[in-house]
């Protein structure tokens, strides 16, 4: 089996780059989006494993991005999580009621959202049983 594809779907270039080079490093296949409806289009394009996605997105914002693969049968069954600098409060449980399976807070440190990449995917790097994440629980201290 190949790498896994994820797609980023950002206006920041650095959210971007900085998102690239971690998924890079820990060996995925990293697409871009700028936009609500460049990330449609990426991910029907390149069918990822697994999109992030910002709330804050010209051209669709990230409700309407979740509203549009829910409702396209080949798209619905990607796991998205959402990675946005919106108040966690007023948007966390909306992003999960439109279908995000995790709501992580910018900015994420690397350790945080490699975990729960993993986790959404259903990978893990060992023998150690993977972490099990309340959306929206803080990261546990090791």
Do not use: C, W
């Not at 829910?70 to 998205?80: G, K, R, T």
């Not at 007023?90 to 975990?115: C, E, S, T």
């Amino acid at each position: 089996m190949g790498q896994k594809k994820i797609l980023i779907v950002d206006d920041d270039p650095d959210v971007r780059l900085s998102l690239n080079v971690r998924l890079k490093a820990n060996h995925y296949d990293v697409y871009f989006a700028e936009d609500g409806v460049g990330g449609i289009a990426e991910a029907r394009k390149h069918m990822p494993d697994l999109i992030i996605l910002d709330l804050g997105l010209p051209a669709g914002d990230g409700f309407s991005v979740m509203e549009r693969l829910q409702a396209n049968n080949s798209l619905s069954m990607i796991p998205v999580i959402v990675v946005s600098g919106r108040d966690r409060n007023a948007n966390r449980d909306r992003a999960i009621k439109a279908g995000a399976k995790a709501f992580l807070q910018k900015p994420v440190d690397n350790a945080r959202i490699l975990a729960v990449i993993r986790q959404v995917l259903g990978e893990k790097d060992d023998d150690t049983p993977a972490p099990v994440y309340d959306l929206g629980q803080r990261y546990p201290e090791s």
